[in-house]
Structures are given as C-alpha cells and as structure tokens.
C-alpha cells in the first residue's frame, strides 16, 4: 500500500512541476516586452535574408556583407519584395503550364482535322 502511495506523491510532484514551468513559460510570455519581441523578429528576419542573400549569390560574401549594413526596415522590405517575386514566379510558372496544356490540346485537335481532311 505504501508503494502506490509514493507512486501517488511522485506523480503529483512532476504534476506541480509542469504547472509551475507552463505558468512562469506563460507569465515570461506575457510580461516580455515589446522591444525584446522586436528584436527577436528583427533577428529571425535578419537570418532569412542572409539565407536568401546566401543561397541567390552562391555564398558570395560581399553580397552577405550587404544584409550585414541594412536596416531593420530595409531587410524587411527586403523579404517583402522577395516573397511578392516568389509569388509572381509561382503564377508565371502556372500560367506556362496552362499554355503548354492549351498548345498540346490544340496540337491534338489539329492532327484530328488533318486526318478527317486526309481521307
């Protein structure tokens, strides 16, 4: 009997725990300032740029060193334009596809009238 207790006591105990670090999680949540969340999102979009700087420019450091010297606003107006261009590329590159489907249809259809007109 005294064993189920202790299982008991053990549980409440890691119970407690996960309680007190989900409400000091939610009260630093909570609590955090506005600056530091901005500094935060100014990391984080700083580190996409450099990625994107990166993988456009095949690593060429001078390109890098560009991000580096930009502000906050300009890096995200920065990955602004680039998601506006990945949008752009992504209809483009549906529009292709339709036209390629349109010309292959009105291939068919022309390979038909000819054989009609061969006969």
């Known amino acids: 009997m005294h064993h189920d207790h202790q299982l008991d ?37 700083r580190q996409k740029a450099k990625h994107y700087v990166g993988s456009k420019f095949h690593g060429n450091k001078k390109a890098k060193s560009v991000v580096n010297k930009l502000s906050d606003d300009e890096i995200s107006t920065l990955l602004g334009t680039v ?27 022309t390979k038909s009238v000819m054989k009609k007109f061969k006969r």
Do not use: P
């Not at 949008?87 to 489907?101: A, N, P």
């Open 9 to 45: 006591d053990n549980q409440r105990n890691i119970l407690i725990g996960v309680g007190v670090a989900f409400l000091v999680g939610l009260i630093t949540l909570l609590f955090t300032s506005d600056s530091a969340k901005s500094k935060t999102k100014s990391a984080v979009n």
């Open 83 to 109: 998601d506006k261009v990945n949008d752009l590329e992504g209809k483009f590159s549906e529009m292709t596809d339709e036209i390629k489907d349109y010309m292959h249809d009105k291939k068919k259809e």
